[in-house]
């Protein structure tokens, strides 16, 4: 049943744009929202997907938002998972069953969050903190900062306010002032006027210089050699190969050893991540973390059909946000790093080999139409998408841009 719906993801940030979570969504084939049944299908597949035996929750500090019916108050994957990084969402009407806020009751007491939706800010009054530890506030009209100033004399000490939808950055700097924080779905990857950063740090530059060597296959005691101008560089590479994104059997604590180890194609791909997190741009924190789900959704997917040029497909879904980590525009970044014709053609048309597996991982998180007719194309069923999806959300929060 629940093998024909997509997840399709979108930040919640915090006032200070940090991701803090995520709201899951589960669309159907055809593009529309899946019902209840559903949504109690999505509550298992993400409690068996991020929630680890041994590891734990994989998603660390990340909270999970999820559409929710009342039915999955008392379902059986609840308790799989962590209950401080759960929260549903119910619509402010189920609350008029006596039954319904009993078990909201019990599942609070719990730890699990709640957060009611379509709540009249007027009546959001102290009657509400038993039931909520979030509430969603929807901007309707023009005066978003009106809005969420009448929201923000209204907020309970105990229940947080979220904003959506959030359409430009003035109005999200207004919910930030007040502190709520907000769903931004594609807002995050429109930059932010005014602190744009021109061109690249000397930081990035010698890390253009080391990716342009590692493409040469130029020996390791001249990559050494450039890597040591730039200590800082050194630290963040053994912190990576050290960190569970990279599953390094043991300690590394020498360059020569860690190249050796790496090889020259995941040395390629920890560059290009940290060309991205060395960019200076103010809005930086929610699209780095993009880039990074994207790429690795991309790679994962293109795994089996494309065995071999997985660090190509990552490659491609890192540089498709470059240029706006970068603060340059696309044709710049590319006179700048000589790329793979195929890459190349992934990042300007979605073409070539591995455009489309790019095209699909952005619309998993664009909560757009097109997920489930470019999975078709693809041959991607719903299922192997939606591991793919939380493996690559996982991933991201270990490799710990």
Not at 11 to 16: F, K, N, S, T, W
Not at 77 to 84: D, G, I, M, T
Not at 256 to 282: D, E, N
């Amino acid at each position: 049943m629940h093998h024909t719906n997509f997840i399709v993801r979108e930040p919640l940030l915090d006032p200070a744009q940090r991701v803090i979570g995520y709201e899951l969504s589960w669309q159907h084939h055809d593009g529309k929202l899946a019902g209840s049944a559903h949504l109690e299908a999505l509550l298992a597949f993400v409690a068996e997907h991020v929630q680890h035996p041994e590891h734990g929750w994989l998603l660390r500090d990340k909270v999970l938002f999820l559409d929710a019916v009342p039915e999955m108050l008392s379902t059986d994957a609840l308790h799989a998972l962590p209950p401080e990084r759960t929260v549903l969402t119910l619509h402010i009407r189920k609350f008029t069953d006596p039954a319904v806020r009993a078990a909201v009751q019990a599942v609070r007491v719990g730890g699990v969050g709640v957060s009611i939706r379509g709540a009249d800010p007027k009546l959001l009054g102290r009657n509400l903190a038993p039931y909520a530890s979030y509430l969603e506030v929807q901007f309707a009209s023009q005066d978003v900062a009106a809005q969420a100033r009448s929201y923000a004399a209204a907020r309970h000490a105990a229940v947080r306010m979220v904003g959506r939808p959030v359409a430009s950055w003035a109005d999200f700097d207004a919910c930030a002032a007040l502190g709520l924080d907000a769903f931004v779905g594609k807002l995050h990857l429109t930059p932010r006027p005014g602190n744009l950063v021109k061109g690249m740090n000397a930081s990035q530059q010698v890390i253009l210089q080391l990716m342009q060597m590692v493409q040469n296959n130029e020996d390791v005691p001249r990559l050494e050699n450039v890597l040591k101008r730039d200590p800082a560089l050194i630290y963040k590479l053994l912190r990576y190969i050290n960190s569970a994104g990279f599953g390094a059997a043991r300690e590394v604590q020498s360059l020569r050893q860690a190249i050796a180890l790496m090889g020259y194609a995941p040395l390629y791909r920890w560059l290009v991540l940290l060309l991205a997190t060395a960019s200076q741009s103010g809005y930086s924190p929610v699209l780095m973390e993009t880039a990074v789900v994207r790429a690795r959704l991309a790679e994962l997917l293109a795994a089996k059909r494309l065995p071999g040029e997985g660090e190509h497909v990552f490659v491609a879904g890192m540089f498709s946000l470059l240029d706006r980590l970068l603060g340059l525009p696309m044709k710049e970044v590319l006179d700048t790093v000589p790329l793979p014709v195929e890459v190349v053609k992934a990042l300007l048309g979605r073409e070539g080999p591995y455009g489309p597996y790019l095209a699909l991982a952005e619309a998993c998180e664009l909560n757009s139409r097109l997920v489930a007719s470019l999975a078709e194309s693809l041959g991607i069923s719903p299922l192997e998408l939606n591991i793919a999806h939380l493996s690559a959300l996982s991933w991201a929060q270990s490799v710990g841009v």
